[in-house]
């Protein structure tokens, strides 16, 4: 039977009646269509993170149970999201999520990735709201929704929680041990970015650094450069290309020059094909950075403001802790806020 009817043969049905019965008829097709058999349905939540205001921060995609999905699916599904990442939830038995972590994988629209600062601070802001609900209906305790484990890629990343001072849940992870890598040369860097080597600032150095993911730390003098700058050239990339870095590598600015007293840093990720709203992961490379040069204290929190130029301002909260010349306990928060929430069918 052919079920395409044109619009035409429709209306030339006889009577109401006969438009009434044409009308059942399309109704039951399509709901067949929607129900066709092994069809698979996943819920999944978008959340803005590092915000508390909807339309702001870096927008995530969380599938809360990806049970049976394969690879190549869960590719598909970040790149028809499009967003800069999306997570998706692997549910264990409670005794191995206690003693693991809740296993996370993180993809970006064109592959897997080890970690990411907004999708690790998303997805956890997410379980947590779903244990909130399981306990007000008794299936948790309280002190359930006080820290988030997760199992990535990268290791154990613990998340954990409280209420702030304006009343919105505040997340903080705890990102690895940072792995300072490569200081640059000043003129070299310039001469890539086409900035003149004086607007970068000498007062620390130009370094690649890791606490999940490899970004190259650029600290420029004014804000008035760091808002005009541009994607890097080929040739920038071509360098951090020859660093063989494993995985991603990128340039992530920051200057001091805030113009707030209440903002310890202005930053922007801009990367070879876009502009990241918040970096979650530059930010913990930059608090581990900020805190071996001394332009931050050991467990100071620095405010850092990124994406204002692409207006999804974020605000993220970074810390760490130094003993001796070593850097650890990387922590970086902010809060998270729901935003949409749907079905995928498979």
């Given amino acids: 039977m052919d079920v395409k009817h044109s619009r035409r043969s429709f209306l030339q049905t006889v009577g109401v009646a006969g438009i009434a019965a044409?009308?059942?008829?399309?109704?039951?097709?399509?709901?067949?269509?929607?129900?066709?058999?092994?069809?698979?349905?996943?819920?999944?939540?978008?959340?803005?993170?590092?915000?508390?205001r909807r339309l702001e921060g870096n927008p995530l995609a969380v599938f809360t149970d990806a049970r049976g999905l394969t690879d190549?699916?869960?590719?598909?599904?970040?790149?028809?999201?499009?967003?800069?990442e999306t997570t998706f939830v692997f549910p264990r038995d409670a005794a191995i999520e206690h003693e693991q972590g809740i296993k996370v994988r993180i993809f970006i629209p064109t592959e897997e990735i080890p970690f990411g600062g907004h999708p690790t601070l998303g997805t956890a802001m997410v379980l947590r709201g779903m244990r909130l609900a399981s306990q007000k209906s008794g299936a948790a305790k309280s002190s359930d929704t006080d820290e988030i484990t997760l199992d990535?890629?990268?290791?154990?990343?613990?998340?954990?929680?409280?209420?702030?001072s304006s009343g919105n849940i505040f997340g903080e992870m705890h990102q690895v041990n940072p792995i300072f890598g490569t200081v640059h040369d000043r003129e070299t860097i310039a001469a890539l970015l086409d900035l003149p080597p004086d607007e970068i600032s000498s007062d620390a150095p130009i370094q690649t650094i890791s606490t999940g993911l490899y970004f190259v730390i650029v600290p420029v003098k004014k804000l008035s450069t760091l808002q005009r700058l541009t994607v890097a050239p080929k040739k920038a990339y071509d360098y951090i290309a020859g660093q063989k870095l494993p995985g991603l590598g990128d340039f992530y600015y920051v200057t001091r020059d805030t113009g707030d007293p209440a903002i310890g840093l202005?930053?922007?990720?801009?990367?070879?094909?876009?502009?990241?709203?918040?970096?979650?992961?530059?930010?913990g490379c930059t608090a581990a950075w900020m805190v071996r040069y001394g332009i931050a204290q050991p467990e100071q929190t620095v405010h850092i403001l990124q994406g204002v130029e692409i207006k999804r301002p974020s605000h993220i909260f970074v810390r760490a802790r130094k003993s001796g010349d070593t850097v650890t306990n990387?922590?970086?928060?902010?809060?998270?806020?729901?935003?949409?929430?749907?079905?995928?069918s498979l």
């Fill in 330 to 344: 990387v922590r970086v928060g902010g809060h998270a806020v729901q935003i949409m929430e749907g079905t995928f």
């Fill in 266 to 283: 202005r930053s922007r990720g801009l990367f070879s094909t876009s502009e990241d709203p918040a970096t979650g992961s530059a930010s």
């Fill in 22 to 52: 044409a009308a059942r008829n399309v109704g039951a097709l399509a709901e067949q269509s929607n129900s066709v058999e092994g069809a698979r349905r996943f819920h999944w939540f978008q959340m803005d993170v590092f915000t508390s």
């Fill in 152 to 164: 990535l890629k990268v290791g154990k990343i613990p998340v954990t929680f409280h209420t702030d």
């Fill in 72 to 84: 190549s699916e869960m590719q598909g599904l970040a790149s028809e999201t499009n967003l800069q």
